[in-house]
C-alpha cells in the first residue's frame, strides 16, 4: 500500500499559515481586559442613515438574495460618488461588484485574473491578508520594502523587484500599516512599468476618507493608462464603521468585473443584502460628515503619536488610514513580540508586533497602532503608554 504524503490531509496552501498576530493579540487584550490598539476593529458609533437604512431593510423583509454584482441602488450610489469623490466613471451595471469586504473583492480579483504560479508584487510593509491570500490562490508573494519614514518609490526598485512570473502589483493607499499614500508621481511609475510589463494594478483604497494635512487621495485608475488595468478595491467599514458588516466593492472594466462577479458568487453567493441597502443610505450624507471624519482621526492621531514619543518610541506620523508604526528598536527587546507583551502585560495596551508587517528582521523594530476608538478609551490608552516602564 502506497504511503500517504499528507497524513494530516490539510491542504499544501495552508502550509505554514497560522493565524495572524493581529487576531492573536486581539485575544490576549480580551484575556487581560486591555485597552485593543492592535486590530483595526474600528469600534465607534456607525452613522446614524446606515445604522437606520440597515434595519428598515430589514423591517421591509429585504432579505433575499441580491444579484450577484450587487443590490441595483447602491452599486448607482457607489457609481455617482466615484465620479464625485474620486473623479472615476464606472458604469454601475457592468464595471461595479459589490463584495463580502474589501477583502472578498480582493480574494475574487486574484482568482479570476491570475493563475497558480503567478507573482504578486506587494509593497513592504504590507497588510498580511495581502500576501496570504495570494498564497492561498497558490501564487506567489513578492516584496518590494520601502523604507521609513516616507516609504518612498521609485523607478529603479520597482523594476528591480520584478520576477520573470510577476503578473500583479498590490498598490494599498492610505497604507496599512505605514499610512502611507502614494503620490501621483510615484503612481505614474506604476503605470509606466505596469504598461511596459502588462501588470495587473490591484488596489486597496479602504482608507480613503482617513488622511491628514490637506493630503490629496489619487485612486491610481485615475493615473495615466492605468484604469484599463486595474481593479479598484474600497469599502464602507472604515468610513462608516461598520468592520463587521463586510461590505466592499470592486471597480474594472467590463470583462474583469464580470470575472470578478462570478468568483464572488461562487465563493459568497453576494453581500449581505439588508446591509447592502443600509449603505446605500449613508451615500447620500453630507460632505461635512467625511469632514468631521477626517478631523477627529487628525485629532488621534496627534494624541496617539504624542503619547508614543513621550514614552520613548519613535512613530511614523502617518499621511493617512489609523494606524501609525512606532519604533522599539532602542528598548531592548529581542523582539517585537516581546515588546508588544510587555506593554500589554503591564499597563494592558494592545499593539501588533511589526514582525507581521515586514518579511525578515525589520519588523523587529516596530509595533503597530491602532487610533480607531472612541476619545475616552484612546485618552486612557495613551495616558498608560506614556507611563509604560519596559
Known amino acids: 500500500?502506497?504511503?500517504?504524503?499528507?497524513?494530516?490531509?490539510?491542504?499544501?496552501?495552508?502550509?505554514?499559515?497560522?493565524?495572524?498576530?493581529?487576531?492573536?493579540?486581539?485575544?490576549?487584550?480580551?484575556?487581560?481586559?486591555?485597552?485593543?490598539?492592535?486590530?483595526?476593529?474600528?469600534?465607534?458609533?456607525?452613522?446614524?442613515?446606515?445604522?437606520?437604512?440597515?434595519?428598515?431593510?430589514?423591517?421591509?423583509?429585504?432579505?433575499?438574495?441580491?444579484?450577484?454584482?450587487?443590490?441595483?441602488?447602491?452599486?448607482?450610489?457607489?457609481?455617482?460618488?466615484?465620479?464625485?469623490?474620486?473623479?472615476?466613471k464606472a458604469d454601475p451595471a457592468s464595471e461595479i461588484v459589490v463584495t463580502v469586504g474589501a477583502s472578498g473583492a480582493y480574494t475574487c480579483a486574484l482568482h479570476a485574473l491570475l493563475n497558480p504560479g503567478d507573482g504578486v508584487l506587494v509593497f513592504e510593509p504590507f497588510y498580511g491578508y495581502h500576501v496570504n491570500t495570494a498564497l492561498v490562490a497558490g501564487l506567489e508573494p513578492q516584496f518590494l520594502r520601502l523604507d521609513a519614514p516616507k516609504f518612498a518609490l521609485t523607478e529603479v526598485a520597482l523594476r528591480g523587484a520584478l520576477k520573470p512570473n510577476t503578473r500583479a502589483v498590490v498598490?494599498?493607499?492610505?497604507?496599512?500599516?505605514?499610512?502611507?499614500?502614494?503620490?501621483?508621481?510615484?503612481?505614474?511609475?506604476?503605470?509606466?512599468?505596469?504598461?511596459?510589463?502588462?501588470?495587473?494594478?490591484?488596489?486597496?483604497?479602504?482608507?480613503?476618507?482617513?488622511?491628514?494635512?490637506?493630503?490629496?487621495?489619487?485612486?491610481?485608475?485615475?493615473?495615466?493608462?492605468?484604469?484599463?488595468?486595474?481593479?479598484?478595491?474600497?469599502?464602507?467599514?472604515?468610513?462608516?464603521?461598520?468592520?463587521?458588516?463586510?461590505?466592499?466593492?470592486?471597480?474594472?472594466?467590463?470583462?474583469?468585473?464580470?470575472?470578478?462577479?462570478?468568483?464572488?458568487?461562487?465563493?459568497?453567493i453576494c453581500a449581505p443584502t439588508p446591509l447592502q441597502h443600509g449603505v446605500a443610505a449613508g451615500f447620500g450624507m453630507p460632505q461635512t460628515f467625511y469632514d468631521e471624519l477626517a478631523a477627529g482621526y487628525a485629532k488621534k492621531r496627534e494624541w496617539t503619536c504624542s503619547a508614543l514619543e513621550r514614552a520613548g518610541l519613535k512613530p511614523v506620523w502617518p499621511e493617512g488610514a489609523y494606524y501609525v508604526l512606532a519604533d522599539i528598536g532602542g528598548l531592548g527587546f529581542k523582539t517585537a513580540r516581546d515588546a508588544a507583551m510587555d506593554l500589554l502585560e503591564k499597563v494592558g495596551v494592545a499593539t501588533i508586533p511589526g514582525t507581521a508587517f515586514f518579511t525578515g528582521d525589520t519588523g523587529e523594530r516596530f509595533v503597530r497602532v491602532c487610533f480607531a476608538k472612541e476619545e475616552d478609551a484612546l485618552q486612557e490608552a495613551c495616558k498608560r503608554i506614556e507611563r509604560w516602564k519596559p
Not at 493579540?25 to 452613522?47: A, H, K, S, W
Request: aromatic share 6%; proline share 4%; hydrophobic share 40%.
Open 171 to 268: 498598490v494599498c493607499s492610505p497604507g496599512n500599516p505605514s499610512g502611507k499614500m502614494f503620490t501621483r508621481a510615484e503612481l505614474e511609475i506604476v503605470a509606466k512599468v505596469a504598461r511596459e510589463k502588462d501588470l495587473v494594478v490591484i488596489t486597496d483604497e479602504i482608507y480613503e476618507d482617513i488622511r491628514y494635512d490637506g493630503r490629496e487621495h489619487i485612486p491610481a485608475a485615475t493615473v495615466a493608462d492605468l484604469r484599463e488595468r486595474t481593479v479598484t478595491i474600497m469599502g464602507l467599514s472604515k468610513t462608516f464603521s461598520i468592520t463587521g458588516w463586510r461590505l466592499g466593492y470592486a471597480v474594472a472594466r467590463e470583462d474583469w468585473a464580470r470575472a470578478i462577479a462570478l468568483v464572488s458568487d461562487l465563493f459568497y
Open 1 to 88: 500500500m502506497a504511503s500517504d504524503s499528507n497524513p494530516s490531509r490539510l491542504s499544501r496552501r495552508l502550509q505554514g499559515l497560522v493565524q495572524s498576530d493581529i487576531r492573536r493579540m486581539t485575544r490576549e487584550c480580551e484575556r487581560v481586559q486591555g485597552i485593543n490598539l492592535g486590530q483595526g476593529i474600528c469600534d465607534l458609533p456607525t452613522p446614524a442613515p446606515v445604522r437606520e437604512g440597515a434595519l428598515e431593510a430589514i423591517r421591509a423583509r429585504k432579505s433575499t438574495y441580491s444579484f450577484m454584482e450587487g443590490v441595483p441602488e447602491l452599486r448607482a450610489a457607489i457609481a455617482k460618488k466615484l465620479e464625485r469623490k474620486n473623479g472615476l
